[in-house]
């Protein structure tokens, strides 16, 4: 289970696989107009509606390989800046065409990182919880202490910039993880020594919510 929450590729290939799918509305956008528009203005105009569909199209495509990179940071950096009207007014309503079609699309790349996040705390909780089913109902002082036997490597957090690692509070009550740019935590409760067989095979008791406060 931790293995596969900390393979995400499967996650990074079905988010580029959703942004392209909405690139295609760009690709053969609507006429401006609507079926009742008048056969030479529209004709006039379907050349920039065009062009314009293209260039939002470029800015999902860009956003499709911004999931590439290790962190939100350094993905918001490879985004295309948002499309503006031109100067003309016929450009300028063609533009409008296709702007009115585009969501913000920093929006869900900013999400995507976010579900790293928290796959990435899932995996930490589960390695924590081993641990400590190993070491009598103890918990590592730090993230480190659980690699290699838990954990490949202390999962970084994928919202900040530097690549650091998942915040840790060991004697926060009950101990958490959280990432600390996208206030998302998750809470592990103490295993009891005298359950310590029985919680092989239980769940992980799990909260999420906003960053826990220092205790």
């Given at each position: 289970?931790?293995?596969?929450?900390?393979?995400?590729?499967?996650?990074?290939?079905g988010?580029?696989?959703?942004?392209?799918?909405?690139?295609?509305?760009?690709?053969?956008?609507?006429?401006?107009f609507g079926?009742?528009?008048p056969?030479?203005?529209?004709?006039?105009?379907?050349?920039?509606?065009?062009?314009?569909g293209?260039?939002?199209?470029?800015?999902?495509?860009?956003?499709?390989?911004?999931?590439?990179?290790?962190?939100?940071?350094?993905?918001?950096?490879?985004?295309?800046?948002?499309?503006?009207?031109?100067?003309?007014?016929?450009?300028?309503?063609?533009?409008?065409?296709?702007?009115?079609?585009?969501?913000?699309?920093?929006?869900?790349?900013?999400?995507?990182?976010?579900?790293?996040?928290?796959?990435?705390?899932?995996?930490?909780?589960?390695?924590?919880?081993?641990?400590?089913?190993d070491?009598?109902?103890?918990?590592?002082?730090t993230?480190?202490?659980?690699?290699?036997k838990?954990?490949?490597s202390?999962?970084?957090?994928?919202?900040?910039?530097?690549?650091?690692?998942?915040?840790?509070?060991?004697?926060?009550?009950?101990?958490?993880?959280?990432?600390?740019?996208?206030?998302?935590?998750?809470?592990?409760?103490?295993?009891?020594?005298?359950?310590?067989?029985?919680?092989?095979?239980?769940?992980?008791?799990?909260?999420?919510?906003?960053?826990?406060?220092?205790q």
């Amino acid at each position: 289970m931790i293995a596969q929450l900390l393979d995400e590729r499967e996650a990074r290939e079905g988010f580029r696989a959703g942004v392209f799918g909405e690139r295609l509305r760009f690709m053969d956008p609507p006429s401006v107009f609507g079926q009742s528009s008048p056969f030479l203005l529209e004709q006039a105009i379907e050349p920039s509606v065009r062009l314009s569909g293209l260039k939002q199209a470029y800015r999902y495509s860009a956003a499709a390989e911004a999931s590439r990179q290790p962190n939100f940071a350094a993905a918001k950096l490879k985004l295309l800046p948002p499309q503006k009207a031109e100067d003309s007014h016929l450009a300028e309503l063609a533009d409008l065409s296709t702007i009115m079609l585009a969501n913000n699309i920093q929006r869900p790349l900013q999400q995507f990182y976010r579900n790293l996040a928290q796959r990435r705390m899932a995996a930490t909780l589960l390695a924590l919880r081993l641990y400590a089913l190993d070491h009598d109902a103890r918990l590592p002082e730090t993230l480190t202490e659980l690699v290699p036997k838990y954990l490949p490597s202390v999962p970084a957090d994928p919202m900040v910039a530097d690549g650091s690692p998942m915040s840790y509070k060991p004697h926060r009550s009950p101990p958490a993880i959280y990432s600390a740019a996208s206030n998302a935590y998750m809470e592990l409760k103490q295993i009891p020594p005298s359950s310590k067989a029985q919680d092989h095979h239980g769940q992980e008791n799990v909260s999420e919510g906003q960053k826990p406060k220092d205790q």
